[in-house]
């Protein structure tokens, strides 16, 4: 009897149809190594409990190699006909072995070997992408000193409000990653579990050692529920949460830059190298790296929302519904895969525009708050310094005037209490330097910002 003999319970052969369409091979392929990895462990197990003899076991382990060989080689075709990877990987132990092949599956059901591999692919997955977070911390930090010394408005609204430094502001990315990284690695712990030994749905009436199974792939716990087991993806729908809020971020900082790069902003260039043409416009450079930064989260939300809607209403245990959690997964890996690096080579070569933002911090009235500050030190209650600002604001603005174009008469009549070298006084390095708290803006503060963050960096990743 081969593998694929079908069981006498079906009368005829499934359609062509139904095969396509129910074959989950065409995406599946990339659980392979995991999969021959997962059937190794369970093979030593089997023999350790006395389930499978020593000769049945060296026998499939010497298949499972080989296969993983082959595979490697690019040796290896995959049968649609044989639905996915792990009868894929069975069909083709039968060819490497012949029928002992068929005592691999001895106590475990697909519905566990699949959680399985979803666990440790996605284990995989959690390294790679924690090292490309941190390569993109690192970018930002060197970032930050880099342009320790550029003022910028800082927005609310999208209305220019205070100055802030540059590097502050490539800093609040830096904690929106840390945290995403925080988030990476609670999620690492709780993947942590191996769901193999919940066979179908119910357990198995062998003897394994689920434990023995999961310490074998260096798995530090077991799950404890074999019904919980089988139709858990939570693991995958925290991974799919975790980079939709990473995309989220990213897709926040692309649409910055995107911002800053255009002719109204002109705050940054983007290098050659990240930026494309026009078709047309001869004129144009496009910021597509970064618009695809921002883009591509429309597709990373998507597949979370996707396999919530999939797995809301399914009842225990098992079900193929729960086939769809693997696009999802692989895509959003894919997509990281592509974005993390290119977001990082981006950042690290693109120019800031000094003298632009110069230009543009001297017209406009981000000092106004602190014009208020100074009034209110003079006597002034704030609501009133508040109101006689915003009034010499709108003054100055109607005749295209900064702060620091006003005359010793007008300072007299409009900030009563003060002197014009008080208003002089108030450049945006003043402004800047005077924020002082640990998580302000001043220089002083966000030096140490900086390198406190690259301890935590380096900390984390043991560098
Ligand atoms: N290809 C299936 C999946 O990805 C494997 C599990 C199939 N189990 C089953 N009872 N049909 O979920």
Redesign the pocket.
Known sequence: MSSRARNPRFAKQPAEASQRFTA?VGF?WRLLPYDIEGSLAHTRMLVHQGILTQAEGDLLQAGLERIREKWQGGNLTLRVDWE?V?MNVEGRLYEEIGPVAGKLHTARS??DQ?ALDMHLYLRDVGHRMDGGVAQLLCVLLDRAEVDLDVIIPGYTHLQAAQPVLLAHHWLAYVAMLERDRERLHDWQRRLDRSPLGAGALAGTPYPTDPSYTAQLLGFTDVYGNSLDAVSDRDFAVEWLAWAAILGMHLSRLGEELVLWSSQEFGYIRMDDAYATGSSMMPQKKNPDVAELMRGKSGRLIGHLVGLLTVIKGLPLA?H?D??ED?EAVFDVVDTLDALLPVAAGMLQTLTVRREIIKARLGSDFSAATDLADLLVKAGMPFREAHHRVGQLVAKLEAEGRGFGQLSAQEVNEYLPGLEPANVAGLSPEALVEARRQPLGTAPEAVRNQIRKARERLSASTGE
Do not use: A, E, F, I
Request: avoid cysteine; hydrophobic fraction near 15%.
């Open positions: 989950s599946d996915d792990h697909r519905n699949v098992y193929s729960l086939q693997k």
